[in-house]
């Protein structure tokens, strides 16, 4: 498979798509698996790309044209369709020679699990790396439906990995629940109903120098998006989130980021366009702050 299936972010023509002159990475890896209750995050991807091709690329709250930024896109990944853990390996094996490149790399899910195989080629880069991750669920359960790669293990694998702050999170099992109190991690996760007292300094001060940041679209409320498998009432709105991510490309230097579980809709095209504006606004933060 090619990069055709999903276009080029930012309508980049593909003669100007050039690996070594960019400075932004955008990696579609449309891959599902195990979603719980809706199928559809295979076409996030293409649904970010095609909403980012209509779309100033002015930012007014920086004052800073985007379109300065050389992005390359790359091509979708092969991955395995046998088992969930050679899934894993085939998107290790497509993302580490991405990440040596040394550019700021966005990825576009896809459902959630591939989060863990990317932080895995990530960290072996960038040794001091920490996980920012937005989310409705705490994706801690340390297997689901008889993986431990599920979507729903996600975070759990990635803690084995690198540690993780959590951000809105509003749903978990009792399972995850015991997990959180018996290795005493309740301290890094931010739940959303205590949102209005959030000391994001103290966020951002929890994190290490290296930051990647893993955010599932779920975080933030229905209202604004309603184009997600699971969504969970009393999330996170638009300039809430932005104060956040602010201060940590401001604090931190975030080497690469993923934007999961996008489930495209026919009667949501204002999901599409949120979720293709938040990848702008990475970019705008990295390259002008």
Same mark, same amino acid.
């Given at each position: 498979?090619?990069?055709?299936? +999903?276009?080029?972010?930012?309508?980049?023509? !593909?003669?100007?798509?050039?690996? #070594?002159? !960019?400075?932004?990475?955008?990696?579609?890896?449309?891959?599902?698996?195990?979603?719980?209750?809706?199928?559809?995050? #295979?076409?996030?991807?293409?649904?970010?790309?095609?909403?980012?091709?209509?779309?100033?690329?002015?930012?007014?709250?920086?004052?800073?044209?985007?379109?300065?930024? !050389?992005?390359?896109?790359?091509?979708?990944?092969?991955?395995?369709?046998?088992?969930?853990?050679?899934?894993?390996? =085939?998107? @290790?094996?497509?993302?580490?020679?991405?990440?040596?490149?040394?550019?700021?790399?966005?990825?576009?899910?896809?459902?959630?699990?591939?989060?863990?195989?990317?932080?895995?080629? %990530?960290?072996?880069?960038?040794?001091?790396?920490?996980?920012?991750?937005?989310?409705?669920?705490? =994706?801690?359960?340390?297997?689901?439906? *008889?993986?431990?790669?599920?979507?729903? +293990?996600?975070?759990?694998?990635?803690?084995?990995?690198?540690?993780?702050?959590?951000?809105?999170?509003?749903?978990?099992?009792?399972?995850?629940?015991?997990?959180?109190?018996?290795?005493?991690?309740?301290?890094?996760?931010?739940?959303?109903?205590?949102?209005?007292?959030?000391? /994001?300094?103290?966020?951002?001060?929890?994190?290490?120098?290296?930051?990647?940041?893993?955010?599932?679209? =779920?975080?933030?409320?229905?209202?604004?998006?309603?184009?997600?498998?699971?969504?969970?009432?009393?999330?996170?709105?638009?300039?809430?989130?932005? !104060?956040?991510?602010? @201060?940590?490309?401001? #604090?931190?230097? %975030?080497?690469? +980021?993923?934007?999961?579980?996008?489930?495209?809709? *026919? *009667?949501?095209?204002?999901?599409?366009?949120?979720?293709?504006?938040? %990848?702008? @606004?990475? /970019?705008?933060? #990295?390259? @002008?702050?």
């Amino acid at each position: 498979m090619d990069n055709s299936n +999903c276009g080029f972010f930012g309508g980049t023509c !593909a003669k100007d798509n050039n690996l #070594k002159n !960019a400075d932004v990475l955008v990696v579609p890896v449309p891959y599902e698996a195990s979603t719980s209750y809706m199928t559809g995050t #295979k076409f996030g991807p293409g649904a970010i790309i095609s909403a980012s091709s209509f779309m100033e690329s002015y930012d007014i709250e920086l004052d800073y044209d985007i379109g300065k930024v !050389a992005i390359y896109t790359a091509d979708v990944p092969v991955i395995s369709r046998d088992s969930m853990g050679a899934a894993m390996d =085939d998107i @290790k094996s497509f993302v580490s020679p991405l990440i040596n490149e040394g550019k700021f790399t966005a990825f576009l899910g896809g459902e959630h699990s591939i989060t863990p195989p990317i932080v895995e080629s %990530v960290a072996q880069r960038y040794k001091d790396l920490s996980v920012l991750h937005f989310d409705a669920h705490s =994706d801690m359960r340390d297997s689901y439906e *008889g993986t431990k790669f599920s979507h729903a +293990c996600a975070i759990r694998r990635t803690r084995e990995i690198c540690p993780v702050i959590q951000l809105g999170i509003r749903s978990m099992s009792h399972e995850e629940s015991l997990y959180i109190k018996e290795k005493n991690i309740g301290s890094s996760i931010f739940y959303a109903k205590d949102l209005k007292s959030w000391d /994001i300094d103290a966020i951002i001060n929890s994190l290490t120098e290296n930051v990647y940041i893993s955010f599932d679209f =779920d975080a933030f409320d229905p209202s604004i998006m309603p184009s997600v498998g699971t969504p969970e009432p009393g999330g996170m709105l638009w300039y809430d989130t932005l !104060a956040i991510l602010r @201060k940590c490309f401001e #604090k931190r230097n %975030v080497v690469a +980021c993923d934007f999961v579980e996008l489930m495209p809709s *026919g *009667g949501h095209f204002n999901a599409d366009f949120l979720a293709a504006s938040l %990848v702008y @606004k990475f /970019i705008a933060y #990295k390259f @002008k702050l």
